[in-house]
């Protein structure tokens, strides 16, 4: 059995993760900004008497995360596998996002993502293997209008999957994507409502992400559906690099390959029943009406 590091395990894909990879007699070290406000965690390890640990962990705070990395050390001498699932969400045009989100963005999605690596990569490559599973999101397969820096976000993860993949292959250790679509997680409940003082002059295009998520809501996959993909990742012989979850994602997915980059932007920039048709006829699913 292994030795699991779960990041952003206090609600959602991550407290999945944690708790099914625990269920399956690994021992899970569910990490989180703040162990007193996990009672749900708490309560699902206590109810099944998991092999999992609740860890203090701020991914944006290096001493934070070395010291929790020391703690799994001292307790178990391994870290085998390493799900990086922590991240935060924004919707929102480029101009109308004030600099200090977009910043807080990409330290918690990204640069959040490389402390953690930094601190766990040493002792997979000392160890001559491990896994590391990067949760990236669809968004870094299909951008649209006023999802810019998320999906940006996401795109970093996918560049640094890729590298990490090649750095660490000759160690014995497996870097593994997993990208959801729409995820019914408290997330979803974090984006902040329009300020309805403030001119917003890109309502078509954040009507347009407000219908795509209404529609994919309506099929939308849950936690324990990803953490079965990390799950997969995790135990195949041999990992795929990527893995698509969800009907929406696998829908866009499918749809985006079907075109040439400039087609995938010619077709979003068209407005109106043109882009309803032109959408509809490419997905096969009419999302936007």
């Given at each position: ?105 990409f330290e918690t999605n990204y640069f959040g993502t490389v402390n ?55 160690f014995n250790v497996q870097v593994a994507l ?112």
């Amino acid at each position: 059995m292994s030795t699991i590091l779960v990041t952003g395990a206090s609600t959602g894909i991550g407290q999945e993760a944690a708790l099914h990879m625990a269920r399956k007699g690994n021992t899970a070290y569910a990490a989180v900004r703040n162990p007193d406000g996990v009672d749900e965690l708490h309560a699902a390890i206590a109810a099944e008497s998991l092999p999992v640990t609740v860890l203090k962990m701020d991914i944006t705070q290096p001493k934070s995360i070395e010291a929790a990395v020391a703690q799994i050390m001292q307790e178990t001498g391994r870290i085998d596998v390493l799900v990086n699932n922590a991240g935060v969400g924004a919707g929102q045009a480029v101009e109308m996002t004030p600099i200090e989100d977009v910043r807080w963005i990409f330290e918690t999605n990204y640069f959040g993502t490389v402390n953690v690596l930094r601190a766990v990569t040493p002792i997979m490559r000392k160890q001559g293997q491990g896994r590391i599973i990067n949760v990236g999101s669809l968004a870094a397969r299909n951008t649209v209008g006023c999802h810019a820096h998320y999906s940006a976000s996401k795109w970093a993860m996918v560049g640094l999957s890729e590298s990490l993949a090649m750095e660490m292959a000759e160690f014995n250790v497996q870097v593994a994507l997993v990208e959801p679509g729409c995820v019914i997680t408290p997330m979803l409940g974090k984006v902040a409502p329009l300020d309805e003082t403030i001119e917003q002059p890109y309502l078509n295009s954040l009507g347009r992400l407000g219908t795509w998520f209404e529609y994919a809501l309506q099929n939308p996959s849950m936690p324990t559906d990803v953490a079965a993909a990390i799950a997969e990742a995790i135990e195949a012989d041999a990992p795929k690099f990527r893995y698509t979850v969800g009907k929406d994602a696998n829908e866009m997915v499918a749809a985006r390959a079907k075109v040439s980059d400039d087609e995938w932007v010619r077709i979003n920039c068209l407005q109106g029943e043109a882009f309803y048709d032109a959408m509809a006829e490419l997905v096969g699913v009419d999302y936007y009406r």
